[in-house]
């Protein structure tokens, strides 16, 4: 983290709107998308943005280390997704969309994108947050475990079983379309 973008932490900290506005703008793209992989749907996604935002302007007063910004706002994030998936019953859909807003650096043809996120979308709340963090956000599984709120060894175990379902995922598939 820069020292700048610490002293932008800490003045927001400090009750600073116009510090949180600007840390809000810095990191907009990842917020946005972040909320976006787990609705996948721009309304949903902004209502998200907002709620996480709303909250963590509320509670920023109890963020203790400012190196962690970044990882408290994403857990809220994550929260505000659920509640949203929640009432929207997980209706899901997946669209051009949401495969064009995934990170540049996947660089997966359009139906294989499109059948990746079917499966990913198949799978427990639980082993599909654990994929998305590790796989589209490179989080380390300390971070995953913390962001979940949840041991390592269950964050790892998400990973593993969330791996092994989409292995089964894609050979039914193969098996149905082979």
């Not at 495969?99 to 990913?120: H, K, Y």
């Amino acid at each position: 983290m820069d020292l700048h973008n610490e002293k932008l932490i800490k003045k927001a900290i400090k009750g600073n709107k116009n510090a949180f506005e600007k840390l809000i703008k810095q990191h907009y793209e990842r917020i946005y998308r972040t909320a976006f992989l787990y609705v996948h749907n721009e309304e949903d996604a902004l209502d998200v943005v907002q709620e996480a935002t709303f909250q963590a302007f509320k509670s920023i007063h109890s963020l203790k280390h400012p190196e962690y910004f970044l990882t408290w706002f994403t857990r809220i994030i994550i929260r505000c997704s659920s509640r949203i998936l929640k009432r929207n019953n997980n209706n899901v859909f997946v669209t051009d969309e949401v495969i064009s807003n995934f990170p540049e650096r996947e660089r997966f043809d359009q139906d294989e994108s499109m059948s990746l996120l079917q499966a990913i979308h198949q799978l427990k709340h639980d082993y599909r947050s654990a994929i998305i963090l590790f796989y589209y956000f490179d989080y380390s599984i300390k971070t995953i475990s913390e962001l979940m709120e949840i041991p390592e060894g269950t964050a790892k175990t998400f990973l593993r079983r969330g791996k092994a379902e989409l292995k089964k995922i894609y050979k039914n598939e193969e098996e149905y379309y082979g």
